[in-house]
């Protein structure tokens, strides 16, 4: 899921909401985690490093429009 939010979303200009959402998501699974638990409280060190493993980095994923869309003929001549 959070593989899917991060492709459609990680765009420039965006990188405090999808860095945002990353840390909801670890939130709401660290909290999960800790309610099942029955002997074993989750530390957040713990946390962190099942995070870093299980859920990929928040980062841009997609180019400038300028840069994605600029289209290039690389010497062919363009078609009419």
Request: glycine share 4%; with cysteine; hydrophobic share 35%.
């Amino acid at each position: 899921m959070v593989r899917g939010h991060l492709a459609y979303y990680a765009v420039p200009g965006n990188s405090q909401a999808i860095r945002t959402f990353r840390t909801q998501v670890a939130g709401h699974w660290c909290k999960a985690l800790r309610r099942r638990s029955q002997r074993h409280r989750l530390d957040w060190q713990r946390m962190n490093r099942l995070t870093l493993r299980w859920l990929p980095p928040a980062r841009i994923q997609h180019p400038y429009p300028e840069v994605r869309f600029a289209a290039t003929t690389r010497g062919k001549s363009p078609v009419r």
